[in-house]
Each structure stands twice: as structure tokens, then as C-alpha cells.
């Protein structure tokens, strides 16, 4: 039983390119969600979904797309990247929204 | 705005030294209070799902504890593997946004 699973674990991304940090869980659960950590700030909410086509903005979404096509993936998209960007990224699920949420082991992004 | 205030920021304790961790929080609806345990270079692990004020949980060395506006994680007996940094997170009734503190990093010492 994998858990969350999140792809790359480190990336390296020059200003104004664009990729995707790939999140994938087999517990079936409905609800994702994505935050980005920073020093001093603790996790802070990019985009959640509680469900297969549903998604929505948490307290962070500038500069970031989602979607959620199937149960178990979450893709998040970096359009344009910003050295602003340059953080830890967290990907979680939980079976409901206010229970026990499972974390991966984190994307730690540069953008220089 | 919702708002999460974790205290004191670090913590260093003798082993078997007990203390508490502070959480408090503003918030327009309270649907859960969370406690998360980090590792370094790890994702966050849950402890505890707090829902009303009173309600309290117990794991091993550790207890939480729910008031209307704070919350506290109490640790018995530290050991060196209780070392970590400690997180607390709102989730509001009203948007399902989550907010969480910056943490309190304990350091216990053998």
C-alpha cells in the first residue's frame, strides 16, 4: 500500500518555465488537496478537490492549475514559474474532509 | 480571516521533562482542529482530530486538549524519538479552507 505518491521528489526550474508535479494515491479517497511550506509560514492551501471533476481554490491559488480527472491523481501546474515559487510542496487525501489526512513526502521546487 | 498561532516556536526538553504546545486559533466556523507530527524532509502525520471544545484525545505520551479558543498538545514523559516539529491546523465550517500554524519544533534530550 503505497499512500501518496508524489513525483519528482526535487526539481530545478528556470523563471517563466512551466511543469507539473504529479500526485497519485490508492486509498480511494474523494478529497486532495495541494499546500506549498515555507520557512516561517507553515503549509499554507493551493487548491483542493472533493471529488473527481470538482475542484477549488484554497488560500494561495495564484500562478498554479489543477484538475482532477480521475480519484486518484492530482496533478498541480506551475504555468509560469516565479522565483517566488521556489518552496516544498506537499500533496494530501483524506477519505472525508475533516478527517485524517495522508501527506506525501514532498516536491522540493527551485526557481531560479 | 481564519488565523492559527502555534507557541513557543522551539522547544528543548530533557527526557521525561513533561510540557504542553499551544495552539490558538480564530476561526468563523470550526469544523475540526487537527494535530500533525513532521519529521525533517517528511510530509506531516496526523495525531488528533479535535471537533468540539472539551473533547480531548490521548496517544502514548501524548494528549490534546480543545477549548472555544485554543488548543493544547500535552507530552508526558518525552523521549528523544518524540522529537519533531508539531503542527496545528483549523478547517473552517463555512469555505472547508485550512489553515495551519507555523509549528513548534521540539527537540527532546537524552
Known amino acids: 500500500n503505497a499512500g501518496v505518491t508524489q513525483t519528482p521528489k526535487f526539481q530545478v526550474l528556470k523563471t517563466g518555465q512551466s511543469m507539473t508535479l504529479q500526485c497519485a494515491q490508492d486509498?480511494?479517497?474523494?478529497?486532495m488537496s495541494w499546500y506549498r511550506q515555507d520557512p516561517g509560514m507553515g503549509l499554507r492551501l493551493i487548491h483542493y478537490?472533493?471529488?473527481?471533476?470538482?475542484?477549488d481554490q484554497g488560500e494561495v491559488p495564484n500562478g498554479y492549475n489543477v484538475s482532477r480527472s480521475t480519484t486518484e491523481d492530482f496533478p498541480l501546474r506551475l504555468l509560469s514559474a516565479a522565483p517566488s515559487q521556489t518552496s516544498v510542496y506537499f500533496c494530501?487525501?483524506?477519505?472525508?474532509?475533516?478527517?485524517?489526512?495522508?501527506f506525501g513526502q514532498g516536491t522540493r521546487l527551485t526557481v531560479v | 480571516e481564519d488565523q492559527v498561532t502555534q507557541s513557543p516556536e522551539a522547544l528543548r526538553l530533557q527526557e521525561g521533562e513533561s510540557s504542553s504546545l499551544n495552539c490558538s486559533y480564530t476561526?468563523?466556523?470550526?469544523?475540526?482542529l487537527f494535530w500533525y507530527r513532521q519529521d525533517p524532509g517528511k510530509g506531516p502525520e496526523f495525531l488528533f482530530t479535535?471537533?468540539?471544545a472539551g473533547e480531548e484525545k490521548e496517544k502514548e505520551r501524548l494528549k490534546a486538549t480543545l477549548t472555544k479558543k485554543e488548543s493544547f498538545l500535552h507530552i508526558t514523559a518525552p523521549k528523544p524519538e518524540d522529537s519533531a516539529t508539531y503542527l496545528c491546523?483549523?478547517?473552517?465550517?463555512?469555505?472547508?479552507?485550512?489553515?495551519f500554524g507555523a509549528g513548534t519544533r521540539l527537540t527532546v534530550k537524552p
Open positions: 494530501a487525501s483524506s477519505r472525508e474532509f475533516n478527517t485524517e489526512a495522508f
Open positions: 486509498m480511494n479517497h474523494e478529497y
Open positions: 478537490s472533493v471529488g473527481a471533476g470538482i475542484t
Open positions: 476561526v468563523s466556523g470550526l469544523r475540526g
Open positions: 479535535l471537533y468540539s
Open positions: 491546523a483549523v478547517q473552517n465550517y463555512n469555505n472547508n479552507d485550512m489553515r
